[in-house]
T-cell receptor, first 113, second 112 residues
Framework: KQEVTQIPAALSVPEGENLVLNCSFT??????LQWFRQDPGKGLTSLLL?????REQTSGRLNASLDKSSGRSTLYIAASQPGDSATYLC????????????FGKGTKLTVNP | DGGITQSPKYLFRKEGQNVTLSCEQN?????MYWYRQDPGQGLRLIYY???????QKGDIAEGYSVSREKKESFPLTVTSAQKNPTAFYLC???????????FGNGTRLTVT
C-alpha cells in the first residue's frame, strides 16, 4: 500500500530564506506526483505536477524535483515571502487518473516578516 | 472564471439527519471527486465519478452517497449512517490524461 510522508510537519523561517520541503513515498511505481498549497479554511491549489518520466518542474520561485528510485520529491521555494505561508501537500498517483491519488499530511510553512 | 463552487461554506446539522453538500464545476471536466479532510490526517477519497451517470466508491464511502446526473454537478449526501460526519469536505475535478486536480473551497460540516 502506497504511503506518503511529509517531514517536517511544520516549519518556520525568516522572510527571504530559500527553503526545501520534503515528500517521500513507499512505492516507486508512480504515475505522477503533485504539489498543492492549502490556505487555512480553503481548498487546495495545484502548484506543480511532475510526471513519472520527468525529473523536475519549475513555476516562478517554485521548483519541484522527483527521484522515483529513492521515493523522494522536494519542493524548493526561493526567496520566501510572508504570502508563502500555508500548508503544502504532496500527492502521488499510483495509476493513471486522479482517483488513485494518495496524499501526505502536509507541511505547515510560516514565513516571518 | 472557470472553477469549482461548493456550497454552503458552513453547514450545521443535528445527529440523525441527512445532509447534501453541493459541488458545481464549469471547467468541462469529466472526472469529479469528493474528499474528506480531518485535522492531522491526509485527504481521504469518499467517492469519484469519471463520467455522467457513473461513480465509484473511494476509500471511505460508508455512510455517504452521491449522484452524477449532469457533467457539471456532483452532490454528496452525508447520511445518518456516517458515524463521524463532522469534517471539512472538499470537491475536486480533473480533465483527461495527466492533468492536475482542481479543488473547490470546501464545506465545513458540523453535526451535533
Amino acid at each position: 500500500k502506497q504511503e506518503v510522508t511529509q517531514i517536517p510537519a511544520a516549519l518556520s523561517v525568516p522572510e527571504g530564506e530559500n527553503l526545501v520541503l520534503n515528500c517521500s513515498f513507499t512505492d516507486s511505481a508512480i504515475y505522477n506526483l503533485q504539489w498543492f498549497r492549502q490556505d487555512p479554511g480553503k481548498g487546495l491549489t495545484s502548484l506543480l505536477l511532475i510526471q513519472s518520466s520527468q525529473r523536475e518542474q519549475t513555476s516562478g520561485r517554485l521548483n519541484a524535483s522527483l527521484d522515483k528510485s529513492s521515493g523522494r520529491s522536494t519542493l524548493y521555494i526561493a526567496a520566501s515571502q510572508p504570502g508563502d505561508s500555508a500548508t503544502y501537500l504532496c500527492a502521488v498517483s499510483t495509476q493513471g487518473g486522479s482517483e488513485k491519488l494518495v496524499f501526505g499530511k502536509g507541511t505547515k510553512l510560516t514565513v516571518n516578516p | 472564471d472557470g472553477g469549482i463552487t461548493q456550497s454552503p461554506k458552513y453547514l450545521f446539522r443535528k445527529e440523525g439527519q441527512n445532509v447534501t453538500l453541493s459541488c458545481e464545476q464549469n471547467l468541462n471536466h469529466d472526472a469529479m471527486y469528493w474528499y474528506r479532510q480531518d485535522p492531522g490526517q491526509g485527504l481521504r477519497l469518499i467517492y469519484y465519478s469519471q463520467i455522467v451517470n457513473d461513480f465509484q466508491k473511494g476509500d471511505i464511502a460508508e455512510g455517504y452517497s452521491v449522484s452524477r446526473e449532469k457533467k457539471e454537478s456532483f452532490p454528496l449526501t452525508v447520511t445518518s449512517a456516517q458515524k463521524n460526519p463532522t469534517a471539512f469536505y472538499l470537491c475536486a475535478s480533473s480533465g483527461q490524461g495527466n492533468s492536475p486536480l482542481h479543488f473547490g473551497n470546501g464545506t465545513r460540516l458540523t453535526v451535533t
